[in-house]
């Protein structure tokens, strides 16, 4: 049997450090299973969270060898094994224990969003009608699983730490599946520049490279918001006509 040695951090009184473990590798292990054999076999107390194991929940997000990735969709025979593989929480967030962290930052951010306001009903009935382009424009971005991941690796969160002034891509994405849903009457444009920061992404594409789900986040989301931004606030055209019309 291969065995593989892992470090994974461990929260201490000075803030951490990485423990260093063996665990026997089988075929199919994923990373989320080496932690349960840790947990199982070498340090009970070690706090991870995970919910589906089947890469839905979006609960095990970690960095393995520095790469934002869910725990239980990154496979053992992905990685160097000749060297030890790091596990450590997501940086960009405050940590709780070990590989856990708090992200309820993200479920405030999404709470000031405004959320969707249906348009007045296309039939007497009651119901709407939409064109099935326009459904599968924004089902792509349906498909997110709220890891956060993406919020990780961008560099306004994660460095600059403009949590107040910047939502993240996580959060843009979710603005986008409103903003392109023919069905919603809301006007998010304003919110976009003023409170939700979209100015400062420069599409630097690493969001859109660690999503799981291979959303794409800046190309699909991030640039057609940008876009609606600039032609309302900044096009010269518009600037003008706004002008005669006040
Ligand atoms: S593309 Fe924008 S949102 Fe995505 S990681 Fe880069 S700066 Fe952040
Ligand atoms: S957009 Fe992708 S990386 Fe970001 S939270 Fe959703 S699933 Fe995770
Ligand atoms: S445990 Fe649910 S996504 Fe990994």
Redo the contacts with the bound molecule.
């Keep these: 049997m291969t065995r593989a040695s892992f470090k994974v951090w461990r929260t201490d009184p000075g803030g951490g450090h990485f423990n260093e473990y063996t665990v026997d590798v089988v075929p199919g292990m994923v990373v989320?299973d080496a932690i349960h054999q840790i947990q199982a076999t070498q340090a009970p107390d070690l706090a991870v969270r995970?919910?589906?194991?089947?890469?839905?929940?979006?609960?095990?997000?970690a960095e393995i060898n520095g790469n934002p990735q869910?725990?239980?969709?990154t496979r053992l025979n992905t990685l160097d094994l000749l060297s030890p593989v790091t596990v450590e929480p997501m940086r960009a967030f405050p940590p709780v224990k070990d590989l856990v962290t708090d992200v309820s930052w993200n479920f405030r951010v999404k709470r000031a969003i405004t959320p969707f306001t249906p348009r007045p009903a296309d039939a007497p009935d009651g119901t709407w009608r939409m064109n099935q382009r326009d459904v599968d424009r924004v089902q792509e971005f349906r498909k997110c699983?709220e890891?956060f991941l993406c919020q990780d690796v961008c560099h306004i969160l994660r460095d600059h730490r403009l949590n107040d002034e910047f939502i993240g891509p996580r959060f843009l994405t979710y603005v986008a599946a409103l903003e392109m849903n023919p069905l919603d009457a809301a006007d998010r444009v304003p919110e976009l520049r003023d409170r939700h920061g979209v100015g400062f992404c420069n599409i630097t594409r690493c969001c859109t490279n660690v999503c799981?789900e291979h959303i794409t986040i800046t190309e699909n989301a991030i640039i057609p918001l940008k876009e609606r931004v600039v032609d309302r606030f900044y096009d010269p055209l518009t600037r003008l006509l706004r002008v005669f019309q006040s």
């Design positions: 989320l995970w919910n589906c194991k089947a890469g839905k929940c979006g609960s095990c997000s869910l725990m239980c969709m699983i890891c799981p």
